[in-house]
């Protein structure tokens, strides 16, 4: 077969300028994972500046996601571990609240999956991000080989703040260490499955649904443009609702309110799923981009235009992937 | 239905609705909007707000979803990490009655969605959605110059809710319904017409999104499912409109999309799904207008003269009534007719 261009065409249109301000989500099965997709936001949002002229000398930055060294290294990429440390309880007294402080001392949790097995890195790297990084203060970049690491600690709203402090204190750092002009940066932001800091607290913990999203708003506050992923396999999306006939767990209310609410706040819903007529050999999954719930609630001067469609993707063993339409 | 009857429940709702959407004597207090991923209340609400500016009403926006205003809001109140009092408090001073210029104000309080409030894990006993609800309506101090105030809740049915403390006490939603004065369902115009062909040829209506409940649909809208035409834009009210006398009007109406008429326009904009095109064609209502008579290939009608000429028959029994005699009653007279043909051998045989 031959090799796939890093970002393939259908799908430009839809993940290379989310935005502002506005919130896009993923949604997920275990047959059909997001990961490709997240890492083709992530080599739009890098490529971006050499890839549009319009923005000019600003450049977007991405917190989450993989450790691309490089990048980190020019302060145009952060990587925040939400898992790796997330419940090994409170290590440092005080929060970190000044956003100069270094990025590994910070006590506090925050949500994601970590890094996954990467089909797509290979091509990540490929292109080189565009320049300008290199001028960041010195001692900040001190610190950019460091990873963030997240731990929760408390109950309820304030342990949730604990982490988005610890979150917007990175995104303020790559704001920050932008071009040396006056302008900060801007900064993509993607939350990497929130929903495992839901399932693994709960309301007994004084962390729901409403409160997850909260979070998720206090985060898309912070950046300039959000991604989050949200899984949404049929028992925990189904059981909640009305026409189920048993009672529903916790978690899976809790995970249906937080993943439907996010839909309705979210301005596109890029939803995966497996294809309905069974396995294929040359297909793995189905791609259908909705608007959702908060679209067309901005003004519409300025509002990118784009059509709800539905796609099929196959990933390759390399990693490429390929998009097409049905029949093609 | 008949002409008269269907024209009149057009100009009566068409009034109602108008009045509901512009706020104007305070007709409904407390409207709750019920929508979902497939129909969001997003075109409805910003057909408040156009209507409100039109008519200098105060728009106050209670966001717990949104991070921005809509457009044309006055007083946006972020609603996020707050004490249901402290939002009260905020809305209260959103809004200053101006006494010297113009006292009676009206005023127009969105809440985007009620959902998160009602799903919060930080409410405590104390807390009662009525109540809360009241607030914004019903003045709380002895101030005599408190604007008319509309209130309009957004509610997410698809959202799951949290089980209820105790089995007695109703579910939120319940609870909403009740209070409410109006109620509008949103659907979407094309799902509304895809159901409506299913039911036209006694097919299942189908469903859409979650309710298909497959693995990893949230959504199920596609820009054009249905009627590739562009003419299925639009968003359907199912309205159920309580009086005060307790009787409710049950209407659906169309809201056509925004992009179809200018932001400053004052004619009612909203029609009666009934008189769409696409919702009931055209040919349907030739047929109520024809003649009850079955078409055939044969004339099985009458005409006029034909009509009198049968009725002039004297039939056989009322002659023999007359009583000539046996034998004599009982014969059939016949008239010759001019298009008769008098055969003189036929006869003899």
């Keep these: 077969m031959p090799s796939q261009p890093p970002l393939p065409h259908l799908l430009t249109p839809y993940i290379s300028t989310p935005p502002r301000e506005s919130l896009t989500a993923v949604s997920s099965v275990v047959g059909a994972t997001g990961n490709w997709l997240i890492l083709r936001f992530l080599y739009a949002a890098l490529t971006d500046a050499g890839l549009r002229g319009v923005e000019g000398e600003r450049k977007r930055k991405v917190v989450l996601g993989l450790d691309l060294a490089r990048l980190t290294e020019r302060r145009e990429f952060a990587f925040v571990d939400g898992l790796s440390e ?18 590994a001392s910070g006590p506090t949790p925050r949500t994601t999956l970590p890094t996954r097995p990467h089909p797509g890195i290979t091509s990540l790297r490929q292109p080189p991000p565009p320049s300008a990084g290199s001028d960041g203060p010195p001692q900040i970049t001190k610190d950019a080989g460091q990873v963030k690491r997240l731990r929760l600690s408390g109950n309820g709203a304030a342990a949730l703040d604990a982490l988005e402090r610890d979150i917007t204190a990175v995104i303020k750092q790559l704001k920050a260490s932008g071009l040396g002009e006056d302008e900060e940066s801007e900064v993509s932001l993607i939350v990497d499955q929130p929903d495992l800091l839901l399932a693994a607290t709960g309301p007994s913990k004084g962390i729901g649904a409403t409160e997850m999203a909260e979070w998720i708003i206090g985060l898309q506050q912070a950046a300039t443009a959000t991604v989050a992923t949200i899984s949404a396999d049929s028992p925990l999306i189904h059981n909640a609702s009305a026409s189920a006939h048993h009672i529903a767990t916790p978690l899976e209310t809790e995970h249906a309110a937080f993943a439907i609410g996010l839909a309705h706040r979210a301005e596109m819903v890029m939803q995966l799923r497996n294809l309905e007529t069974g396995a294929a050999r040359d297909v793995s999954g189905v791609l259908r981009v909705s608007k959702g719930g908060a679209w067309g609630q901005r003004d519409s001067a300025g509002q990118e235009t784009w059509e709800e469609k539905e796609v099929l993707y196959f990933v390759q063993r390399d990693g490429s992937v390929s998009v097409f339409g049905r029949g093609e | 239905m ?53 008519s200098k009403v105060h728009v106050t926006l209670i966001a717990f979803e949104a991070l921005k205003p809509y457009d044309g809001v006055d007083a946006f109140v972020p609603a996020r990490r707050k004490a249901p009092t402290e939002i009260m408090r905020e809305v209260a001073a959103a809004y200053k009655p101006d006494s010297s210029n113009s006292p009676n104000r009206r005023r127009l309080i969105l809440i985007d969605s009620i959902n998160p409030l009602l799903h919060s894990t930080r409410l405590d006993r104390s807390f009662h959605l009525s109540s809360f609800l009241s607030s914004f309506i019903v003045p709380s101090g002895p101030t005599t110059s408190k604007p008319d105030t509309s209130l309009v809740v957004t509610f997410h049915q698809d959202v799951p809710g949290r089980p209820a403390q105790s089995p007695y006490t109703p579910s939120p939603l319940s609870l909403l319904t009740y209070l409410a004065t109006t109620v509008i369902k949103l659907h979407s115009f094309s799902h509304i017409l895809a159901q409506k062909a299913a039911r036209d040829r006694s097919l299942v209506p189908p469903v859409f999104g979650l309710e298909e409940e497959q693995d990893g649909v949230l959504l199920g809208r596609l820009d054009k499912p249905v009627g590739k035409g562009t003419e299925a834009g639009g968003v359907v009210l199912e309205m159920e409109y309580r009086r005060k006398s307790g009787r409710g009007v049950l209407e659906w109406y169309l809201l056509p999309p925004a992009s179809k008429y200018p932001a400053t326009q004052l004619k009612e904009i909203v029609t009666l799904l009934d008189d769409h095109p696409l919702y009931r064609p055209p040919e349907d209502l030739g047929d109520a207008n024809g003649d009850e008579e079955p078409e055939s290939t044969f004339e099985l009608r009458l005409t006029e003269r034909q009509r009198r000429d049968r009725e002039g028959v004297v039939l056989p029994y009322f002659d023999a009534q007359q009583g000539n005699g046996p034998g004599e009653g009982g014969r059939i007279l016949y008239d010759m007719g001019e298009e008769d043909d008098f055969d003189e051998e036929e006869d003899e045989i």
């Design chain 2, 2 to 54: 008949a002409p008269s009857s269907l024209s009149h429940r057009q100009t009566h709702n068409l009034l109602l609705i108008s009045k509901l959407l512009s706020l104007r004597d305070t007709a409904s207090p407390l409207t709750l909007l019920l929508d979902s991923l497939e129909q969001p209340a997003t075109p409805l609400i910003k057909e408040y707000i156009r209507r409100a500016r039109l």
């Design chain 1, 86 to 103: 997330l419940f090994c309880g409170p290590t440092a007294s005080a929060p970190s609240r000044a956003p100069s402080q270094h990025l």
